[in-house]
């Protein structure tokens, strides 16, 4: 039923990006309606000057309207079938690309469109909505024309900063075209394929300096100050389990005391070259649904992930970032590229668990999540706590707080017009806040016994 | 506690210049207009203007930010009425205090109007449109009540609210549609809105020229000459002045608030009418209009030309030539006045009235200007005579309303009592009875009928309801008191557009002439009497010294109703109360001018020469008057006058003899002993009187008519000051000179093409370089350009493009520009033969079209002349 309700509110909406004129318009329309009709009322006796004047007055009025309205309407219609012609006859060149770029603190993707011919109407606009993802519709928006050298231009050529809420990648699946008068009473629209993806980048931010040493070697050039276990010598010795390589029992000491033990091969190295960076997606609370952990905690943990990543590379190590789920391997200029991609298109995931997703030989850097299963974590973090650096990221904390003083703000001063205010509330009324407190406060306790864990607050 | 914005400064500004300024001066005008009507406002337009734009202004920046409307309105709203409170209850000084609770109400208002109006521009993109249809829609009823009906007038009025309401949804819409990143902004709205004003003017421009013909129309029954009522108070006057500072009754006379007048003295009169004794002067009304039209709207009573069977004369007295006469007496025969009539002769000294005003007791007739005696020349700017067709009845003292004066009652009987045979009321013809009894159909003035039969219940015949009113007028009410006053300031009722009539006859019984002779009239045609209203001056006799003559100031101008009585005509009835606290002011009667002296001669044509040594006038004669005989020359004769003696007057007063030139039409009088005994034999033609006349004619005056030419010419100056601007034509030529801008525009790189081929083409020195820059010039505008490539290179990838042999012409100029060796003469043979063909060859591969086309881009002509040049 819902769905039912869903995907019909889905259709008349798409039907109304297809409706020739605006809200605008029928509003003016309306108002137009009221106002004439008190005017009616207001005709006054007949055989008056004023009636007299009245009614000239208002055919003038009604008739300079119609005439602009057509002029209007006709420049409208002018760049459509010129545009419908064209695109039948010759077709239409419509081009976007997406550059990436470096900048990166607002999750606002710069579009650039290359649409020839189009015969714009006559100090009108052409707009553009773009359909991605299949069902997703963007805003109707206006092309940022680049400086053109020509009086009368057929190509439109600019961009547009379309800003995203979610760091992910997006498929642009078609691209509706309206033609717009210079009132915006007409719109016109009409539909071309279009066909490209990209993804949304996760912003950098400064964050607490993070504990945590390369250790795994690749290469043997880097000197590490802390010493790791490694398999090698015979130091250590330990009880016979029976799935123990017997040829590693020494049976001096079985000799002396009737005590079964083995070797274990452990000797410590002192050359380690790269950092691992396991980053666990993975969700052990049941999130199916739910928005807010779906798009503004995800945001935040990729921005963090993508933080932490870039604070460990600007130290001055290798790492090497290890995703929890299949990313498509798309040639990307550079490795930071890469893993930013992967950063982007992750999403959470109940298939790898931690406990198997991590190799604690290697796993320089762990990052968890509120939604993280606290029994693992302890598991890990208890056999590997002093050589893992832990990172922890509270999801519930990337909302500021509430204050009394927000209280008095929200009273004057209207929220950005972004999802955040929403999704707040959401939130505090969503069943899964609760579990998520305990999980997090939960895996905060555990974490503050290691020295090298941090948890990671959104201003830390 | 950070506050985001919800618009960048740049859309804050965009906002504030491009909808907030014109706004702001569309108020400032909307505000002087009502402070026009309104005395509660005192005329402050500006600073309520200020007070308005303030609002606006400071919620269009505080609203850039991301405010709540509602709280943040609220309080301010809250602040401003709890001043107000506090102000109203301010003890000290209530009445100052009082006064500055209603200027600080008018702030409030006015604050928070434009307060309103600055969030709705700032943030709700549907506001906008309410406004305009709001403003649009009240200024059509604004418009629509205006009392200067003329197309300008309308225009001028609606034009700029239509262009205004339109204007602010495109603006609103291109500011709001405005990119943030977008860097061109403000040449891309200069771009715009010039190209939507163009797109306006010329809509408009065709939407007018369909509704010409109805705004004409409207102009040509409704607009008929009506006054400047652009005067700032609702008062009125009854005499209006002309240019030349000259005083005359207004064409129609307005129901106002106050009335102005003053006490000038307007003119003098010697009225030839006595009471059968021969000796006791009977003074007569002086009528200058009758109103026969009344305008409910305006609440204006009008002169109506078309009136049927006009009996109104009025000649201009200053075209007539001196002691030529003008006479209608088309006029007699429309009185349909056989019973109680005799012809009676006045003489008019003008002082203050206007030189073209002719004023007589009804009905005027016959106009025949005099020549003021030497003597009284600074008193008396001009004099005529006038003959009129006089009721007996009409005496002034039959006239005046009695107010109580028993004997001036008794001696009115005497009037009445004749008037009484008249038993039924009739005119000449339907047409003219339907004319003079129409009444509005309305409900106040069933207010007035209802009144009038219920005073004239008792009345039997027309004369008996005409006195019911009059005393109507006259009587008491419960306290003894009279029920009505008469009042210069009447006030007007509480609501602008309510019935004054019925406001002064019903509530406030308070008025001038013009109310009671309206609310006559009214009463009159409610009963079905044909009845008007008459306006001129009343008659007041002062002086016993000189019987027959009369007076008149300015405070006497007057209206008063009059009805119309088969066989008798039209008789006055004045049914104004005396006004009680001024008593009219004991103006000393001066000496009356000495009679004209015995005119001889009186010769009347063009002036054919004038000698100023000798003070001579030759003049070629078509009229002339001698010893009261009047003779037409045809042809015309020449006669020699000595005008050394001689006062020259025009209309506007004594001119030196300098004044007058050639051409001019001119009438000379003479009242020279010595033509007394020149007489003219019974067939003396005229040239044998000018032939008995001494050479030169000695001239006493001259008058100086203008002609009709100059007149014409001065009408149409004056009609010039008058019309206003003619904002079609300025439109026109405006969208005329700017499409004559476009096309220049688009035409200037092939002009300047034209000019840079043909110098190329003729340059006989430095050929090469007027070649190379014209080459180079085709190729850019062809889109061409060289951009960064250098000159060899660039000439080696036209030579591949196009085959041609630039490089080789490109080495030639190039060695020439920078070596001092001279050209070799296959050097000279290139640059000769580079040129022609190269153009004919780029040309040949281009096609028409794309060269066309390429040639209208200015940009890339601009791109030719402002590349770096390397130095």
């Not at chain 1, 545009?83 to 010759?90: E, L, Y």
């Not at chain 1, 603190?105 to 606009?125: D, N, R, W």
């Not at chain 2, 509704?211 to 607009?223: I, M, R």
Request: hydrophobic share 40%; proline share 4%.
């Amino acid at each position: 039923m819902r769905k039912r309700f869903r995907n019909s509110r889905f259709f008349l909406k798409r039907i109304g990006f297809y409706i020739p004129f605006t809200w605008y318009f029928i509003l003016f329309c309306l108002a137009s309606f009221a106002g004439y009709e008190w005017l009616q009322s207001q005709a006054g006796a007949p055989d008056s000057a004023y009636k007299d004047i009245f009614a000239l007055l208002l055919r003038f009025a009604i008739l300079f309207g119609i005439a602009i309205f057509s002029f209007a309407l006709v420049t409208v219609m002018i760049s459509f079938l010129f545009f419908s012609w064209k695109k039948r006859k010759t077709g239409i060149d419509f081009r976007i690309t997406t550059p990436s770029r470096e900048d990166s603190t607002q999750p606002k993707q710069t579009v650039s469109f290359y649409i020839h011919p189009v015969l714009k109407p006559l100090l009108g606009f052409v707009k553009v909505r773009l359909k991605y993802d299949s069902v997703h519709f963007s805003e109707k928006f206006l092309i940022v024309k680049r400086a053109d050298k020509k009086v009368f231009s057929t190509t439109i050529n600019g961009i547009y900063n379309w800003q995203l809420p979610e760091i992910k990648e997006y498929r642009i699946d078609k691209a509706i075209i309206y033609f717009e008068d210079f009132f915006q009473f007409f719109s016109i629209a009409l539909t071309i394929n279009a066909s490209n993806s990209f993804h949304t980048q996760p912003a950098t931010r400064t964050s607490k300096a993070i504990k945590a040493f390369p250790r795994k070697t690749e290469e043997t050039s880097t000197r590490i100050e802390e010493l790791k276990k490694v398999e090698g010598e015979l130091i250590n010795y330990k009880n016979f389990e029976s799935n123990d390589d017997v040829r590693r029992i020494v049976w001096k000491i079985y000799a002396k005391n009737k005590e079964l033990v083995v070797r274990i091969p452990e000797i410590l190295d002192p050359y380690a070259s790269h950092m691992y960076l396991y980053p666990s997606f993975f969700t052990s609370l049941n999130i199916q649904g739910n928005e807010v952990v779906e798009i503004p905690f995800l945001n935040h943990y990729k921005t963090v992930i993508w933080s932490v990543y870039k604070q460990l590379v600007q130290k001055g190590y290798e790492v090497k970032y290890i995703p929890d789920q299949d990313v498509s391997q798309t040639q990307m200029e550079s490795a930071e590229e890469q893993v930013k991609y992967s950063i982007s298109v992750s999403r959470w995931q109940t298939d790898l668990e931690l406990r198997d997703y991590v190799k604690t030989r290697d796993a320089s850097v762990i990052v968890i999540s509120s939604l993280s299963n606290v029994e693992q974590v302890q598991e890990l973090i208890e056999a590997h706590g002093n050589e893992i650096s832990f990172i922890f990221i509270p999801l519930t904390e990337s909302f500021n707080r509430q204050h009394l003083g927000d209280w008095f703000q929200w009273l004057f001063v209207q929220q950005e017009k972004e999802k955040t205010a929403v999704y707040k509330t959401n939130w505090s009324l969503s069943l899964l806040r609760l579990k998520v407190a305990r999980n997090e406060k939960q895996l905060k306790q555990l974490l503050e016994q290691y020295d090298r864990s941090t948890v990671l607050k959104k201003n830390g | 506690m950070g506050l985001g914005k919800v618009h960048s400064w740049k859309k804050v500004l965009a906002q504030l210049v491009l909808l907030a300024v014109p706004t702001a001066l569309f108020f400032f005008y909307m505000l002087w207009d009502v402070n026009r009507f309104y005395n509660i406002l005192e005329n402050n337009w500006i600073r309520q203007g200020i007070y308005f734009s303030s609002g606006l202004g400071a919620a269009i920046i505080f609203y850039a930010f991301r405010f709540r409307f509602i709280s943040t309105a609220t309080i301010v709203f809250a602040i401003c009425y709890f001043t107000y409170k506090f102000l109203g209850g301010l003890t000290i000084g209530e009445f100052d205090a009082f006064y500055f609770s209603i200027q600080f109400l008018i702030f409030t208002i006015l604050f928070c109007l434009g307060w309103l109006s600055g969030f709705g521009f700032s943030r709700s993109r549907y506001f906008t449109i309410g406004w305009s249809v709001l403003l649009l829609v009240t200024q059509i009823v604004i418009v629509s009540k205006t009392t200067d009906i003329k197309v300008e007038t309308l225009i001028n009025a609606f034009v700029p609210v239509l262009a205004y309401a339109f204007y602010i949804i495109y603006t609103s819409e291109l500011i709001r549609n405005m990119n943030e990143d977008e860097k061109h902004f403000a040449w891309f709205i200069i771009k715009r809105l010039s190209g939507f004003g163009v797109i306006v003017l010329i809509l408009f421009l065709i939407v007018f020229n369909i509704l010409k013909n109805d705004f004409k129309a409207v102009e040509k029954e409704w607009g008929n000459s009506q006054a400047d009522y652009n005067k700032g108070k609702d008062s009125e006057s009854m005499t209006q002045k002309d240019k030349n500072g000259g005083v005359s009754n207004k064409d129609q006379t307005k129901l106002a608030g106050s009335l102005s007048k003053d006490k000038q003295l307007i003119f003098v009169a010697h009225l030839d009418n006595y009471f059968p004794d021969g000796k006791t002067p009977n003074p007569l009304y002086f009528t200058s209009c009758y109103y026969t039209k009344f305008d409910t709207l305006t609440q204006t009573f009008e002169i109506d030309s078309l009136m049927p069977y006009n009996d109104l004369f009025s000649p201009d007295p200053s075209r007539i030539p001196l002691y030529f006469s003008k006479i209608d007496s088309s006029v007699i025969k429309n009185t349909f006045a056989t019973k109680n009539r005799q012809v009676v002769t006045a003489d008019i000294y003008k002082v203050a009235l206007s030189a073209t005003n002719y004023l007589a007791p009804s009905t005027g007739f016959f106009c025949q200007p005099l020549s003021v005696p030497k003597e009284y020349k600074s008193q008396y700017k001009s004099v005529y005579r006038a003959k009129m067709w006089v009721s007996d009845l009409n005496s002034a003292y039959f006239i005046y309303n009695p107010a109580g004066n028993k004997q001036l009652e008794a001696f009115q009987e005497l009037r009445f009592e004749k008037l009484r045979e008249v038993k039924k009321i009739s005119g000449p013809d339907e047409r003219f009875m339907k004319y003079y009894t129409f009444m509005p159909k309305d409900e106040e003035y069933k207010k007035i009928s209802v009144l009038a039969k219920q005073i004239t219940a008792n009345a039997p015949t027309m004369i008996d309801k005409m006195l019911a009113i009059r005393d109507y007028f006259l009587s008491k009410d419960e306290f003894g008191q009279p029920l009505f006053k008469y009042s210069d300031n009447p006030g007007i009722p509480g609501m602008p557009s309510a019935n004054k009539l019925t406001y002064f006859l019903l509530e406030n019984r308070k008025g001038y002439c013009a109310y009671y002779a309206g609310a006559t009239l009214f009463m009159l045609r409610s009963l079905g009497i044909p009845s008007r209203v008459a306006a001129g001056y009343l008659t007041v006799d002062r002086s016993s010294k000189n019987p027959g003559w009369y007076w008149f100031y300015a405070d006497q101008a007057h209206a008063w109703t009059q009805v119309y009585f088969q066989d008798y005509g039209w008789m006055d009835f004045d049914t104004t109360v005396p006004d009680a606290n001024t008593q009219q002011s004991p103006q000393p009667d001066g000496t009356p001018p000495l009679n004209p002296p015995q005119t001889y001669l009186v010769a009347d044509g063009e002036v054919v020469s004038v000698d100023l040594a000798k003070k001579q006038i030759s003049m070629k004669i078509t009229k002339l008057l001698y010893h009261d005989k009047d003779y037409t020359t045809a042809p015309a004769k020449d006669l020699l006058t000595d005008v050394s003696m001689a006062s020259i007057t025009a209309d506007t007063g004594t001119v030196q003899l300098s004044a007058i030139k050639q051409g001019m039409h001119i009438t000379a009088v003479s009242y020279a002993e010595a033509l007394k005994t020149i007489l003219a034999e019974k067939n003396d033609s005229v040239a044998a009187i000018i032939e008995k006349l001494p050479k030169p004619v000695p001239v006493d005056e001259i008058k100086i008519l203008v002609k009709e030419e100059i007149q014409a010419l001065k009408k149409k100056e004056k009609e010039m000051m008058q019309v206003p601007t003619d904002w079609f034509r300025i439109i026109k030529i405006f969208l005329v000179i700017l499409a004559a801008f476009i096309v220049f525009v688009f035409l200037s790189p092939w002009l300047i093409w034209i000019f840079i081929n043909a110098k190329a083409k003729r340059a006989k020195t430095d050929a090469a370089y007027y070649r190379y820059r014209a080459a180079m010039y085709y190729l850019n505008q062809l889109g061409l350009t060289k951009s960064e490539l250098g000159p060899q290179q660039f000439a080696m990838l036209m030579d591949q493009q196009y085959s041609t042999h630039f490089n080789a012409f490109n080495n030639v100029y190039q060695k020439l520009k920078y070596s001092t060796v001279s050209l070799t003469a296959s050097e000279q043979k290139t640059v000769q033969e580079f040129y022609p063909a190269f153009i004919k060859q780029i040309a040949k591969q281009t096609p028409v079209k794309t060269r066309f086309s390429r040639f209208l881009n200015i940009y890339n002509t601009i791109h030719y002349f402002t590349q770096p040049k390397i130095s």
